[in-house]
């Protein structure tokens, strides 16, 4: 069972409980809001005004951060006007507004998923290459979604190797989630498949399907995951509800090209952006959100299972920019 079970027993501020949550993404942050805000504090210091070499170093300070250089372009243009309008007047305004900028950039429309035990079923693909962390997230999510009181069964549809299917029963045996899988090498299609008629005759709230990042046969893997949707789109025409894209933040700007490739086999409904405890380059977000328009659902900033969390641009941001507090923190 998972310590966080327990948690109203342990002190508040032990980084589970509420208010705890933004400084433990603060934490699992603290690479980029490191270069971030010591790059920013740098340039703002004992500036009384803008000048055009704060904006160049603020420029470079984006870009490092990999926001990407459309994103970047962009909010530097759009500071620059305000700028010459008067209406940044001075360093502090200037990340005010860059905040602004930023929070604007990471935001992609999204319904909420407010999923309600016993309403209706969802099937959530969850796609990416090897090691971004799919069964990870599928295994985190599994026990936040049953503490939220939905029924969660998952998929073993990674069969490339047999320690992806162990990972992923283990992941089901800690918060009793039944896994649905077949030998090692079956195809991934035929078990996502068996799990979402196993998932609709047991009424399972949720089901989450770990699909292969690499295969066995040098079948195409987008052509694969496009079979796999097309199976389970049969099964059920709303079906899959979402298909969550996993992204490794360390991967840089490449990152960007995979997810587009990815974006144009199976239809995508949202990101996971994972593994950003271990990058200063947090500004991926930005990159991703302005180059695919999908919003970000979770984040991962660590291994532990209450290491996922729900996206929120501004909480985000604020981490980043070292401009939020615990006592307005927002995040669920
Ligand atoms: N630091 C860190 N490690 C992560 C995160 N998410 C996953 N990992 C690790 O990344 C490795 C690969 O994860 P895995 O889920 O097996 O990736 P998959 O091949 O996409 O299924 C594992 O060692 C995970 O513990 C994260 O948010 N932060
Ligand atoms: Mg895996």
């Known amino acids: 069972m998972f310590k966080r079970k327990n948690q109203s027993q342990e002190p508040a501020d032990n980084g589970n409980g509420r208010r705890g949550l933004f400084a433990r993404m603060k934490q699992g942050l603290a690479k980029t809001r490191g270069s971030f805000t010591e790059g920013l504090a740098r340039l703002v210091a004992g500036k009384k005004q803008i000048d ?66 016993g309403a209706d079923q969802r099937v959530v693909l969850v796609v990416g290459v090897n090691g971004v962390g799919k069964t990870t997230t599928i295994g985190k999510l ?3 979604y049953q503490e939220e009181g939905l029924s969660v069964m998952l998929a073993a549809g990674d069969t490339f190797r047999a320690a992806a299917v162990e990972q992923l029963q283990q992941w089901g045996g800690r918060c009793g989630c039944p896994v649905v899988a077949q030998d090692t090498g079956a195809d991934s299609a035929s078990v996502i498949h068996d799990a979402v008629q196993a998932a609709a005759s047991r009424e399972a709230d949720v089901l989450l399907a770990d699909t292969a990042g690499r295969l066995h046969t040098k079948t195409n893997l987008m052509e694969e995951l496009a079979k796999v949707r097309r199976v389970v789109n049969r099964l059920d025409e709303d079906a899959p509800h979402e298909t969550w894209l996993v992204v490794d933040a360390t991967t840089g700007q490449n990152a960007i090209a995979q997810a587009e490739k990815f974006h144009e086999s199976v239809p995508l409904t949202g990101l996971v952006v994972t593994k950003l405890d271990g990058t200063a380059k947090g500004g991926i977000a930005v990159s991703l959100v302005r180059r695919l328009g999908l919003p970000i659902r979770y984040i991962g900033i660590g291994e532990g299972v209450e290491d996922l969390r729900p996206f929120d641009p501004e909480a985000y941001v604020d981490a980043l920019l070292d401009t939020g507090t615990d006592a307005g923190d927002a995040a669920p």
């Open 52 to 117: 055009d070499e704060l904006i160049e170093e603020l420029e470079t300070l984006l870009i490092t951060a990999d926001v990407g250089v459309e994103a970047t372009t962009e909010i530097i243009e759009a500071i620059t006007e305000r700028v010459k309008r008067r209406d940044l007047d001075d360093p502090e305004a200037l990340v005010q507004a860059l905040r602004e900028h930023l929070v604007e950039a990471v935001s992609a429309p999204a319904d909420p998923l407010d999923w309600q035990p």
């Open 142 to 144: 599994a026990a936040r």
